[in-house]
């Protein structure tokens, strides 16, 4: 369930792996439900967890140099939570992920996952595959805040968030495309 979730969301084969492997991994996890709003870290702590969002959406954040919130990413469904940087490196982190909606997450600690890798070694293999696409995606976001305006960004993201676009609030995605909530206003005056 949650593997193939994944899968899907970064378009990797799921035969790679079979059905009794996709459950072993899914025993590994233990389900809770997070309340809109909710810090899954703070900045400057230790991530305890690798948090997979089964349903919902979260935001990565920072202060910028003026002491505003600027938000750079959004956890989506059927990924991980950028926390996962802190988590893997067990370093402190160096941004807030909070929830920004009720979620329904699945969450590892690092002995479990070390056990995880053991008991399907094909998967370290993978996730770091994953990495790379995880990383791919950040690099492109910032060659895409160069090469396109703040309205056929906002366009992308309709397209790329579906249905869950219409959950983040409007103040996170103006934010997110470094432009003022009444630009953001303007460009969604234009396009509908």
């Given amino acids: 369930m949650l593997l193939e979730k994944l899968f899907k969301e970064f378009k990797v084969d799921i035969h790679r792996f079979n059905s009794t492997d996709s459950e072993l991994f899914d025993q590994f996890f233990e389900r809770i439900l997070v309340k809109k709003n909710t810090f899954l870290i703070k900045e400057g702590e230790w ?4 948090y997979f969002i089964f349903n919902g959406i979260a935001r990565c954040w920072t202060l910028n140099h003026k002491g505003e919130e600027q938000t750079f990413w959004f956890c989506k469904e059927g990924s991980f939570s950028l926390s996962n940087i802190s988590f893997t490196l067990q370093e402190p982190s160096t941004f807030n992920v909070q929830t920004i909606t009720d979620c329904v997450i699945y969450k590892i600690d690092y002995q479990q996952a070390e056990r995880l890798y053991k008991a399907i070694p094909d998967l370290k293999t993978v996730f770091e595959d994953l990495t790379a696409r995880l990383l791919n995606k950040l690099l492109n976001r910032n060659i895409d805040l160069i090469k396109y305006s703040p309205e056929e960004y906002y366009l992308q993201m309709m397209t790329e968030y ?10 996170d995605i103006a934010s997110y495309l470094g432009i003022t909530p009444q630009a953001l206003s303007r460009i969604r005056k234009r396009i509908f």
């Fill in 162 to 171: 579906g249905t869950t676009f219409n959950d983040i609030p409007l103040k």
């Fill in 47 to 50: 991530e305890k967890y690798s």
